[in-house]
């Protein structure tokens, strides 16, 4: 019988790709460590890019994503947005209609999606606007039948995660991004990839 051969393409913005990390591996890094490649052959590729809000995404993702998609394998996407709608005064509505173009053009595609929506930060204010939109983001993936895993509401009073923001000007570090990728690995990533969760 063939393996199974699963490409996984994830975008997002600079926490994807591990900045203030001391290990430089960020929370996907860690996940990927902790996904079996026995049982299929599994390639990541990760497409992280800093200072960019939904619209910026939405519109690059599908050509980056596609180069490195392959005929014939289980292709699948990690979305992983950014908080800066927040800044640039992006409605949710927008937001929403952003994230649920990407979502629909992968299915069109046959690319199953997992979404990590963004974590909190320290300031309130900002938070109850990103709340908004971590709700936002997870009713489209969820009305479309794919997985979102939300660190928001876990991670808003973690006590581990607002002291390691602190001591990381407002960006997680090492205790951070564990707390993130156990989230991940804990919240359907096992399943959406159709592999046994290792014991």
Do not use: C
């Given at each position: 019988?063939?393996?199974?051969?699963?490409?996984i393409v994830?975008?997002?913005?600079?926490?994807l790709?591990?900045v203030?990390d001391?290990?430089a591996?960020?929370?996907?890094?860690r996940v990927m460590a902790?996904?079996?490649q026995n049982?299929a052959s599994?390639?990541?590729?990760n497409?992280?890019?800093?200072?960019?809000?939904?619209?910026l995404?939405?519109?690059?993702?599908f050509?980056e994503?596609?180069?490195r998609?392959s005929q014939g394998?289980?292709n699948?996407l990690?979305?992983?947005?950014?908080t800066?709608?927040?800044?640039l005064?992006?409605?949710?509505?927008?937001?929403?209609?952003?994230?649920?173009?990407?979502?629909d053009?992968?299915?069109q595609?046959?690319?199953k999606?997992l979404?990590?929506?963004?974590?909190?930060?320290?300031?309130?204010?900002r938070?109850r606007?990103?709340?908004?939109?971590?709700?936002?983001?997870a009713d489209?993936?969820?009305?479309?039948?794919?997985?979102?895993v939300d660190?928001?509401n876990?991670l808003?009073?973690?006590e581990?995660?607002?002291?390691?923001?602190?001591a990381?000007?407002g960006r997680?570090g090492q205790?951070?991004?564990?707390?993130?990728a156990?989230?991940v690995l804990?919240r359907?990533?096992?399943?959406?990839?159709?592999?046994?969760?290792p014991v």
């Open positions: 019988m063939d393996q199974r051969n699963i490409r994830a975008v997002g913005d600079e926490l790709s591990g203030g001391p290990r591996l960020g929370w996907f890094g902790r996904t079996p049982i599994v390639a990541a590729y497409l992280a890019a800093p200072g960019e809000g939904s619209e995404l939405n519109s690059r993702w050509e994503a596609a180069r998609f394998a289980d699948r990690v979305i992983a947005p950014s800066l709608d927040v800044d005064d992006i409605t949710s509505a927008r937001s929403r209609l952003n994230l649920a173009n990407m979502v053009m992968a299915s595609n046959n690319v999606v979404v990590v929506g963004p974590p909190p930060t320290l300031d309130a204010e938070n606007r990103i709340a908004d939109l971590s709700a936002a983001y489209v993936v969820t009305r479309r039948n794919h997985v979102y660190t928001f876990p808003l009073h973690h581990q995660w607002r002291n390691d923001l602190a990381n000007d997680p205790s951070g991004y564990g707390l993130m156990w989230l804990h359907g990533w096992y399943s959406w990839l159709n592999l046994p969760e």
